[in-house]
Nanobody, 118 residues
Framework: QVQLVESGGGLVQPGGSLRLSCAASVSIFSFSAVYWYRQTPGKEREFVAGLGSGGGTTYADSVKGRFTISRDNAKNTVYLQMNSLTPEDTADYYC????????????WGQGTQVTVSS
């Protein structure tokens, strides 16, 4: 059973930084890609950043230049370093892992809350 556990959320002032972690119960190389999404009440979950198994990264325009997705293979963990945070970054952040073999399947974590406020 694959499990994803997010951590690292909390309250931070505007302009501050946080690092979110997504720890997988299996090797992250078993996934085709790992993503971070975020969601605020009343809105759809939105894509934030993605990391492919080959190391390629993608970002939402709203976070480019501020957020960085990375991984620690030995710890089976994917990180989201968030800098220059604004109140608009306040959301619940979720990790998603994508498997394509043998069938396409998406795994989600339970989320971690990020609040940017003075």
């Amino acid at each position: 059973q694959v499990q994803l556990v997010e951590s690292g959320g909390g309250l931070v002032q505007p302009g501050g930084s946080l690092r979110l972690s997504c720890a997988a119960s299996v090797s992250i190389f078993s996934f085709s890609a790992v993503y971070w999404y975020r969601q605020t009440p009343g809105k759809e979950r939105e894509f934030v950043a993605g990391l492919g198994s080959g190391g390629g990264t993608t970002y939402a325009d709203s976070v480019k230049g501020r957020f960085t997705i990375s991984r620690d293979n030995a710890k089976n963990t994917v990180y989201l370093q968030m800098n220059s945070l604004t109140p608009e970054d306040t959301a619940d952040y979720y990790c998603k892992a994508l498997k394509l073999v043998p069938v396409k399947y998406e795994y989600w974590g339970q989320g971690t809350q990020v609040t940017v406020s003075s």
